[in-house]
């Protein structure tokens, strides 16, 4: 019967325990000192539920964690399993302007695959097969030692099927490495920042599975030469080491035996010298520990819901203004990352050619924090200034596209944040532009300090009633700032009131008695305002008893939505497009009226990967007759920014504007039309595109305004 002997020909075998003794201290000691190093941030709640946190855990683990979902850049879980090949398929060419290789022959390999595969999957597959290989091999492993210690059962086709699974895993990892070395110093694209721990922590990985490959091949020689059973059926299972077998077959059998034995104590002892090493110099290679712990611990807010600062009036210091200042989760988070550029290839700012790049602000804090626990060394550094520029801190747009890509969970916008609160809360120092609209917010209650108009202008001769003349409504239309006092946005407003009446919906507005949802103040970092006028709305909405509201605007709707229930505002929300698009669905409105135009979608980001709505915006369109809808290559949750969330409407922007990028994808397209679903876009694309001198051929539309000509006038 196929078996093999654990330890076979290698006396005191068992001394090899002794250095993975001193292999677990080294994992127990190394993980002591990193959790002493998170523990310098502050406390952070996130052991309560423990139930609802470990269901939570549940998709990521299978999916992300063992499927690479997010490492291929593709979209499918429980909730809903979208086809993988379409995802390949939409991936297809899908390489950013700024996402070059530093190689002719890097360049020369992309051009050659990049028509057939999606930008994630090399990559993807170079981390599948080192994951994989890694997790046939320690599964190899402990089946060993469970039949060494335990029961018996490695024995007949359960043996040979384990040889045979074992050195898949080995090849597997050879290759991902092999992948991995032509991708950094070969192809070495410009998101990879190579480091002489890299290079070292491949050379290990690939010195330790060789090693037991030719290992494997002597013990294969040395049992045939020294045993009556010489076995080439059952060592044909073990395909690499019996191949490499007979380049060894010619030494003498004592000369076999030697090696054999040489090697299986070298093997082993290097083993766990590696282990030790990656443990106590905390390498890259421990995110196999660290990365499900983040995405356990991660944050189970709403997407859009920022954590507040609570008891504002008695709070001793507001933000972040050391690296201690961040909770012990957020410090966790950096060493979770890997560097690995995902963010940065998607992100807006980085990508305009803006200093800012979300890997490298998580690296440098990373550092920083290392800094901090080094005694010995200088860490005077500020973070603020010195380890983070205020620049940095300023350029986020908040998109969310850094998070929505990262394998690990890493959460960059919440630091950012934190950092802008300090600077607001506690330096009062922001971008001049910053001030004037928090300025008006806190004195006008609204951002736009240059209008003359009023809250109530747009629906001038539209019969909408204000809940102070009658409260005996269905649903609250908030109209929101942009869309009542701008007057581009105006025309938004207008066709979404239209559009409510057309379908019979018993609604009314605030008017007057409307302000700031308080976003913009709380994204630019001044919870204070923000909280004061949350507290004010919520109160107002109560007054009136308001249970379901209505919005065109995706800030507005995510922080009505999201945040306001942190102060006690319960209210079901409803994005102008779902509402619209349910309308259509029950044959409230119908739209007939032929659109022959080429229309292209952008997706907001706090309308999409905030708030996950894709499909209803995309479902209107569709309902329109004649519309031609065209997809631009960043869709979905792969969306571009505009350029104006996170309070950078009323910001300058210096160097290659967000917003004229996104105006060239659009234009790219051949759309005559953009259509947005929210009023930011649509400011950003009227600038983008007068910017572009294309206002003859290209003109930016929300949605409502294109149902509004779809649909029969009054």
């Known amino acids: 019967m196929p078996f093999r002997e654990i330890g076979w020909e290698i006396s005191q075998w068992w001394i090899v325990y002794i250095p993975g003794i001193l292999a677990v201290i080294a994992i127990g000691y190394g993980g002591y000192e990193r959790y002493r190093l998170w523990r310098l941030g502050k406390p952070a709640s996130i052991f309560e539920n423990l139930g609802g946190r470990i269901k939570s855990f549940i998709n990521p683990a299978i999916f992300d964690g063992f499927a690479h979902r997010r490492l291929f850049g593709v979209t499918f879980d429980f909730s809903g399993v979208r086809s993988l090949s379409n995802e390949l398929r939409e991936g297809v060419s899908f390489f950013p302007p700024k996402i070059a290789t530093k190689h002719p022959l890097g360049g020369l390999i992309r051009s050659a695959v990049s028509p057939f595969i999606p930008k994630e999957f090399y990559p993807g597959i170079i981390h599948f097969l080192l994951f994989g290989g890694a997790g046939l091999l320690l599964l190899g492993t402990a089946m060993d030692v469970v039949a060494h210690y335990d029961y018996p059962f490695m024995r007949g086709a359960t043996y040979l099927g384990f040889s045979l699974v074992n050195d898949l895993g080995g090849v597997f990892m050879l290759l991902g490495v092999i992948l991995a070395l032509i991708r950094r110093y ?229 630091k950012t944040i934190e950092m802008r609160r300090y600077l607001v809360l506690s330096e009062s120092r922001f971008p001049e532009t910053a001030m004037g609209a928090l300025t008006s917010i806190e004195t006008r209650g609204h951002p736009w300090r240059g209008t003359t108009a009023v809250r109530t202008d747009w629906a001038d001769g539209l019969g909408i009633k204000e809940l102070s003349q009658d409260s005996e409504i269905d649903i609250l239309y908030w109209v929101g700032c942009t869309e009542a006092l701008e007057d581009r946005s105006m025309k938004v407003a207008i066709a979404v009131g239209k559009i409510l009446k057309k379908a019979g919906i018993k609604f009314g ?64 929300v409803i994005h102008h497009t779902e509402f619209i698009a349910n309308l259509i669905k029950n044959g409230r409105i119908e739209p007939f009226m032929r659109l022959d135009q080429k229309v292209t979608y952008q997706d907001s980001c706090y309308l999409g990967r905030y708030n996950g709505i894709y499909d209803a915006p995309r479902e209107i369109l569709a309902s329109i007759p004649r519309l031609n809808l065209t997809e631009m290559a960043w869709r979905k949750e792969k969306g571009f920014c505009c350029g104006g969330g996170g309070g950078r409407m009323w910001m300058e922007e210096q160097g290659t504007r967000v917003n004229h990028m996104r105006t060239e994808d659009v234009i790219k397209t051949g759309a005559q039309i953009v259509a947005t679903a929210c009023p930011f876009c649509l400011q950003m694309f009227e600038d983008g595109i007068k910017a572009k001198g294309v206002e003859e051929s290209l003109k930016a539309m929300d949605i409502a305004e294109l149902i509004n000509l779809a649909i029969p006038s009054e």
């Open 186 to 414: 070969i192809q070495r694209p410009q998101r990879l920042t190579n480091t002489a721990e890299d290079a070292l922590i491949l050379g290990l990985i690939f010195v330790v599975v060789l090693s037991g490959f030719i290992l494997e091949g002597f013990r294969i020689c040395a049992v045939a030469s020294h045993t009556e059973l010489a076995q080439p059926g059952w060592a044909r299972w073990s395909f690499l080491g019996y191949a490499l077998s007979l380049a060894f077959d010619n030494l003498a059998p004592a000369t076999q035996l030697v090696w054999y034995q040489w090697l299986w104590w070298g093997h082993m002892v290097f083993t766990m010298g590696v282990i030790i090493y990656i443990s106590l110099a905390f390498s890259k290679l421990t995110h196999i520990i660290v990365a499900p712990l983040n995405v356990f611990f991660r944050s189970l807010r709403p997407k859009g819901a920022l954590v507040p600062i609570l008891n504002l009036e008695e709070a001793e210091s507001f933000g972040a203004e050391k690296i201690e200042d961040f909770t012990w989760k957020q410090l966790m988070d950096l060493d979770a990352c890997t560097g690995c550029g995902r963010c940065q290839d998607n992100c807006p700012v980085y990508l305009s050619g803006k200093a800012l790049s979300p890997k490298k602000l998580i690296q440098d804090l990373k550092s920083h924090l290392e800094e901090k626990g080094r005694k010995s060394q200088n860490n005077s550094r500020s973070l603020i200034g010195e380890v983070i520029s205020e620049d940095d801190i300023w350029a986020c747009t908040t998109c969310r596209a850094c998070q929505q890509v990262c394998p690990v969970f890493v959460e960059h916008i919440d």
């Open 509 to 572: 507005i605030l008017g007057s008695e409307e302000t700031c949802c308080g976003e913009p103040a709380r994204r630019m970092g001044n919870e204070y305002l923000f909280q004061i006028q949350a507290q004010r709305n919520i109160e107002l909405l109560k007054s009136y008893q308001v249970k379901k509201i209505i919005t065109a605007c995706p800030h507005c709707f995510n922080t009505i939505k999201n945040e306001y229930p942190q102060f006690g505002g319960e209210f079901e």
